[in-house]
């Protein structure tokens, strides 16, 4: 199994993003699919997640400015990033498992991850 997430650059405060994560060796709709996020000297944190009904979550620090969705003819997961914020900035990662609805927020319920992608959010 492999996670390709990509899409990340450089984008002024307020600007608009949109990761994708694909996948070779699994489907997603049999899985929760997470995005998390690392910024530097800062411990991994969960962004959001969308499971195999299609229900999503979200952190509270992006809800409303985020959005995860599903791409079923590329086989492909998105993450849409709006109203970026200096805070945002940070490596985004693609994460799949199938954690119990209580520890969608976790990273140690999920088996495969992506090899993440950068996010800079310039003021």
């Known amino acids: 199994v492999q996670l390709q997430a990509s899409g990340g650059g450089l984008v002024q405060v307020g600007g608009s993003l949109r990761l994708s994560c694909a996948a070779s060796?699994?489907?997603?709709?049999?899985?929760?699919v997470a995005w998390f996020r690392q910024a530097a000297g800062k411990e991994r944190e969960f962004v959001g997640t969308?499971?195999?009904?299609?229900?999503?979550y979200y952190a509270d620090s992006v809800k409303g400015r985020f959005t995860i969705s599903r791409d079923n003819a590329k086989d492909t997961v998105l993450l849409q990033m709006n109203d970026l914020k200096p805070e945002d900035t940070a490596v985004y990662y693609c994460?799949?498992?199938?954690?119990?609805?209580?520890?969608?927020?976790?990273?140690?319920?999920?088996?495969?991850w992506g090899q993440g992608t950068q996010v800079t959010v310039s003021s």
């Open positions: 994460a799949v498992g199938n954690p119990v609805l209580s520890a969608i927020n976790s990273w140690r319920t999920y088996r495969y």
């Open positions: 060796g699994l489907t997603f709709d049999d899985y929760t």
């Open positions: 969308m499971r195999p009904s299609g229900s999503t």
